[in-house]
């Protein structure tokens, strides 16, 4: 199932482009964390990391699965100590960036709706990318996929908080200009979910879900931003 949209097109151009001080940090700029307000600088991004891992309890040896892996600026650090890391994303350029940076890992392009039939792994995540799903019955099929390759823990991050959507319009725009933001960004809405549609769309799953604010420090989003986590019971 193709989805096409304006946030496709923007993704499918997407490309490496600038110097950096790391492959890191060249796949956090190719995967879009680096603008005024989304940047992240590589510290805090590997704090980010090491803070999911601990809250999904991923172990060395566990497998690990990325729906909307872009560039792969979120398995790298797994791929570099040696879990065996997978993925897929519907950009062809991030697709390829992610192949050259991890040899012989198994990424592939695809929608993320497409996952139902992939093997099993430890761990299924998701970073950043249910913002930019068309609406909410396709956010939730790909929801109750991820729950079902998974044999032990889920993890979708960066969720705008519907809660909080107005305030951070509010800031997205004082950074560049209401005028500004407008042109830029018509036509890209993100998706916004409220705390409770992870609960309703899990409950006869039987799993146990928790939810976080996020924290990331020196990036703008970040306060407006929440975290799941899924175990399998």
């Not at 999911?52 to 797994?78: H, M, Q, W």
């Not at 050259?100 to 998701?126: C, H, R, W, Y």
């Not at 609406?135 to 519907?162: R, W």
């Not at 500004?180 to 979910?193: A, P, Q, S, T, V």
Request: with cysteine; proline share 3%; hydrophobic share 40%.
């Amino acid at each position: 199932m193709k989805i096409e949209n304006n946030w496709y097109t923007i993704w499918n151009r997407r490309n490496q482009t600038g110097t950096f001080k790391s492959t890191l940090a060249s796949l956090i700029a190719a995967d879009g964390f680096d603008t005024a307000y989304g940047g992240i600088e590589e510290s805090a991004w590997m704090e980010y990391v090491q803070h999911l891992t601990a809250k999904l309890e991923i172990n060395r040896d566990d497998s690990i699965f990325e729906v909307g892996c872009g560039a792969g600026a979120f398995l790298y650090p797994f791929y570099q100590q040696g879990n065996p890391v997978a993925g897929i994303d519907y950009s062809e350029n991030l697709v390829k960036i992610a192949k050259d940076t991890m040899p012989k890992v198994a990424i592939s392009v695809g929608e993320a709706i497409d996952i139902s039939g992939k093997s099993q792994f430890n761990v299924v995540l998701s970073n950043g990318v249910f913002l930019y799903f068309p609406n909410y019955d396709y956010a939730g099929d790909v929801l109750q996929s991820m729950v079902k390759i998974a044999k032990k823990s889920i993890g979708i991050f960066e969720i705008p908080d519907l809660g909080k959507k107005q305030e951070a319009l509010k800031m997205r725009k004082g950074m560049i200009g209401d005028a500004e933001y407008e042109e830029k960004y018509r036509g890209l809405d993100h998706l916004y979910f409220s705390k409770d549609w992870f609960q309703e769309v899990l409950a006869a799953e039987g799993v146990r879900v928790k939810i976080e604010d996020q924290d990331i420090p020196g990036y703008g989003n970040s306060q407006y931003r929440f975290n799941v986590f899924i175990y399998k019971i």
